[in-house]
């Protein structure tokens, strides 16, 4: 076991070097461009971007056919609500997603807001899930989309993805769902899930940043999206663009991996997770979950240390690489705007850390973690006025606190 | 964000941790912040009744690293000075000697 740990597989993941390894060829030796319709260059690159479609289909259960490529998830999100209000919106202008989404989702919408559109943001309950009767109701004749995610990346709280679909599907709205975090760990099928557009990443299942896909269903019904990139009508003239061979070649791969050792995985990172929750709660009082206990991601733990500070408690753990909801650690000062719908209150927010387990994860660094978090949470606390003051028998809600 | 070995230091060894009691009428005792935003910080001083200076301080704070290491610091500083020497100290000396992050 090497330091430092990383436990944040939520923000990103480490290439599988099974995946690497299929991209090598495709820069030094097979280098064509596959647009190069005259030549084998273009044919083999051609041939290796249509085997990862096959692939990358494969693992949401969609043809390879209705597989665009794109640079990540965040175009892949910005093409998907863009392009679904630009070319229909003479049907309509309502879209309607969720408080919990991610900034690439919420900011898309945003911005369509100021151009005149209208935008019902569902709340969430205390796990985060949304009520699919608030849903069903927001729907009116002038609704064109429905972005909900079906994993989310800070609490791993699962949406009820299916049921979402069967709803949309009756109102004839049109479902698109952000699975970057969902992808290669819980299984996706977007005929059964009635989903009508899907964005997925390389970089969140153990391929290469910088190439993503949006799966973008052709029939029942045919869904049609106006361009983001203008420039030679790549991919069914939904994004131009030189395919990035070698990523997507990784992409291809990862999604191959996934789909076929997820079962296994799933269970593996599931008992790794809880043996995390359970031996960090079993020594340390005031640990609170955020998220739904069960319908979450089988690697994802989030948790609240009460009466210490997010960020402090990262420093304390300094060899382990994880992520908190703390405002200190976002480029604004505001703490995690998923936390705070989750109505977790300011304070917990504060101290909340997100323990992301991935491929790479062992049982090893799960029981050093343990330990090195308990260690410096009492640490923390040691210090902290504010468990001073409870275990005096103060109740905190009552004080007046004085800014500064 | 990477902090600077003061901070760290601080951080892992923090200086006068603990509390004197607050009934004690040479004890001052100032609590700011709010769990809310994140820092809470409880600074107290005990002043000798002779000589009119700060004998001794202690801190407890609930805050990053920053928050910690500067009130760790403050509690250093403040140890031997007067109470007009002590109000004197400028937070962005503190920011200063911590090559504190903006």
Known sequence: MSLPIYMDNNS???????????????????????????????????????????????????????????????????????????????????????????????????????????????????????????????????????????????????????????????????????????????????????????????????GPKGTGALYVRRKDPRVRLDAMLDGGGHERGMRSGTIAVPGVVGLGTACAIARKELPVESNRLHELRNRLHEGISSRLDHVSLNGHPTRRLPGNLNLSFGFVEGEGLMMGIKDVAVSSGSACTSASLEPSYVLKALGVGDELAHSSIRFGLGRFTTQEEVDYVINDVVRAVNHLRDMSPLYEMHRAGIDLSTVQWTGH | ???????????????????????????????????????????????????????????????????????????????????????????????EELALPP
Request: with cysteine; net charge negative.
């Open chain 1, 12 to 206: 990103t993941t480490r290439c599988d070097p099974r995946v690497v390894e299929s991209m090598l060829p495709y820069f030094v030796e097979q280098y064509g461009n596959a647009a190069s319709r005259n030549h084998s260059f273009g044919w083999q690159a051609e041939e290796a971007v249509e085997n990862a479609r096959e692939q990358i289909g494969s693992l949401i259960g969609s043809s390879p056919k209705e597989i665009i490529l794109t640079s990540g998830a965040t175009e892949s999100n910005n093409l998907a609500i863009k392009g679904v209000a630009g070319m229909y919106r003479k049907k309509g202008n309502h879209i309607i997603t969720c408080v919990t989404e991610h900034k690439a989702v919420l900011d898309p919408c945003k911005r369509l807001e100021r151009d005149g559109f209208a935008v019902t943001t569902l709340p969430v309950d205390s796990y985060g899930l949304i009520d699919l009767n608030e849903l069903e109701s927001a729907i009116t004749d002038k609704t064109i989309l429905v972005s909900i995610m079906m994993a989310n990346n800070e609490i791993g709280t699962l949406q009820p993805a299916a049921e979402i679909g069967q709803i949309c599907k009756r109102k004839g709205v049109l479902f698109h769902t952000d699975a970057v975090q969902a992808a290669g760990k819980i299984p996706v099928d977007v005929e059964a899930m009635g989903i009508d557009l899907l964005s997925l990443t390389a970089h969140k299942l153990y």
């Open chain 2, 1 to 95: 964000m990477a902090y600077s070995s003061k901070v760290l230091d601080h951080y892992n060894n923090p200086r006068n941790v603990g509390s004197f009691d607050r009934e004690d009428p040479n004890v001052g005792t100032g609590v700011v912040g709010a769990p809310e935003c994140g820092d809470v910080m409880k600074l107290q001083i005990k002043v000798n009744s002779t000589s009119g200076l700060i004998e001794e301080a202690k801190f407890k704070t609930f805050g990053c690293g920053s928050a910690i290491a500067s009130s760790s610091l403050a509690t250093e500083w403040l140890k031997g000075k007067s109470l007009d020497e002590a109000l004197s100290i400028k937070n962005t000396e503190i920011v």
